[in-house]
């Protein structure tokens, strides 16, 4: 079972910041947070993952509490393409990703 | 140049057949995966291979043998196809430094099996 906790789904304007949260109070301190999307059709795309520290890439921000217990992902500009499924994922030294439901997030113009 | 290739894209056979399904990787990775998402949309790991060799098997029935020639492929054989066989099976690959699993995987575009 995926040990992560993610909105269903959200709703972002174009041109906006998504934030996408997701809950993992059980996660270890050795376990990294990962995020994927799936966009229609395609596979899962990798995005970003840390540890403890906040983390940014071309594509997204990361931004884990202190406690670890939840994060939060940042689209900083939402554009249509980025109308996907995003999947949180914790993960330590595992060829396996467990992926649960999803936030299927919708980018409207 | 796609990093992670997967054909057939699309593959729809009667039930009762064999088929395969190969994925090759162009990133240099050692360890590739397969992944069946179903028709609920959720993705789950079938296998897993580094270096050649299996090191995860999700008690997937024995109908499913996957195959790794070289680290840059591994292709996936189903015998006696079924109904519910019918998903997107992904595959992907990733790379492994120092024996530590917590490098990204990266997916194919998947290739949709349909049972008729």
């Known amino acids: 079972d995926a040990k992560t906790t993610q909105p269903t789904s959200m709703d972002c304007a174009e041109g906006r910041a998504a934030n996408l949260p997701c809950n993992h109070s059980?996660?270890?301190?050795?376990?990294?947070v990962y995020w994927y999307r799936q966009i229609h059709s395609q596979g899962p795309q990798y995005i970003i993952h840390?540890?403890?520290n906040n983390e940014t890439n071309e594509m997204a921000s990361l931004i884990i509490t202190e406690d670890r217990k939840s994060s939060t992902l940042i689209l900083p500009h939402a554009t249509l393409r980025d109308t996907a499924v995003y999947y949180c994922i914790v993960r330590y030294n595992t060829d396996k990703l467990i992926f649960g439901t999803g936030t299927r997030l919708q980018v409207f113009p | 140049d796609t990093a992670v290739s997967q054909t057939p894209k699309y593959l729809v056979t009667q039930m009762g057949n064999d088929k395969s399904i190969k994925c090759e990787q162009n990133?240099?990775?050692?360890?590739m995966y397969w992944y069946k998402q179903d028709s609920k949309k959720f993705l789950k790991i079938m296998f897993s291979y580094n270096n050649k060799e299996l090191i995860i098997n999700e008690t997937v029935p024995n109908r499913f043998s996957p195959k790794s020639p070289d680290k840059a492929h591994l292709n996936l054989h189903i015998n006696s196809l079924e109904l519910g066989d019918s998903a997107v099976y992904f595959c992907?690959?990733?790379?492994?430094?120092?024996?530590?699993?917590?490098?990204?995987?990266?997916f194919g575009d998947g290739t949709r099996l349909s049972i008729l």
């Open positions: 059980t996660i270890s301190g050795n376990e990294y």
């Open positions: 840390g540890l403890k």
């Open positions: 992907a690959s990733s790379l492994r430094r120092a024996g530590n699993s917590n490098q990204p995987q990266h």
């Open positions: 990133l240099g990775h050692d360890t």
